[in-house]
């Protein structure tokens, strides 16, 4: 009897569980900051937060210290911290790099995070791919991806079918296709490849990104609207074409 109320009360507790711990893709961008100097942090920040308010007040953010001349203290970075606050966004931790950075971390007691992009040159570096991802087929999603909907496909392309709606979203560590129109956010490259690819049939994308460099369109360029459409990364800048008939 003892050992059934026993099992009984471990289910329980089981069952009643105060959290979980689950890791998964968030929505984060990040801040390569080129300067400490927090009135040109605001003032930039305030501006890119005006431009499309919808994707970035309140959006949290991770700071990248890598592009700064020089090393940066702990009232420094606070100051950082406060002016990213007063434009809007919300900073959440640091993007990993030097030594100082982590110690600053830990000084301010500020998570680090692994890069999200891979290096403009990464060291070259010869790796055997895994059997179970050589040559594995695109991904083939059929129906509309519609609003608050998420599709995504690892270790290669996305192909699309159907339109996806605003507020949707679709991602691939390899090329996106979309084989309707696009008004939601697309992400193609997401591990880091910068020779992925965005194509759609009709473009009113609310965001692109390719290898984690992208461009929000709160207004769509009179060229681009509803056209078919190829997105691509060159020196870092984002690239888009018309596709010819």
């Not at 420094?76 to 007063?86: E, H, K, P, Q, T």
């Not at 060291?123 to 059929?142: C, D, F």
């Not at 979309?178 to 690819?197: F, I, N, W």
């Amino acid at each position: 009897m003892n050992s059934v109320a026993e099992l009984r009360s471990v289910a329980e507790m089981k069952e009643e569980a105060a959290l979980e711990i689950r890791f998964g893709p968030l929505d984060l961008a990040q801040v390569r900051l080129r300067t400490a100097d927090p009135g040109a942090i605001v003032d930039e920040l305030t501006g890119r937060v005006a431009t499309a308010p919808r994707f970035f007040e309140r959006a949290a953010v991770a700071l990248d210290l890598g592009l700064l001349r020089k090393e940066t203290d702990a009232a420094g970075l606070r100051a950082i911290l406060d002016a990213v606050r007063r434009a809007g966004m919300l900073p959440i931790g640091l993007v990993s790099g030097p030594a100082w950075v982590d110690a600053l971390a830990r000084s301010l007691d500020l998570p680090v995070l692994a890069q999200f992009r891979a290096p403009t040159k990464p060291p070259p570096v010869i790796q055997a791919a895994e059997p179970a991802e050589v040559g594995r087929p695109a991904l083939l999603h059929s129906q509309p991806v519609r609003s608050g909907q998420r599709v995504s496909a690892r270790h290669r392309d996305l192909i699309v079918m159907a339109s996806v709606g605003a507020g949707a979203e679709v991602m691939a560590d390899g090329c996106v296709h979309v084989y309707g129109a696009l008004r939601g956010r697309a992400m193609a490259g997401a591990h880091g490849d910068t020779e992925a690819r965005l194509f759609c049939h009709a473009f009113y994308a609310e965001l692109v990104s390719i290898a984690g460099v992208f461009r929000v369109f709160e207004q769509l360029p009179a060229d681009l609207a509803g056209q078919p459409v190829q997105a691509w990364l060159e020196e870092e800048q984002l690239r888009f074409a018309r596709i010819a008939d």
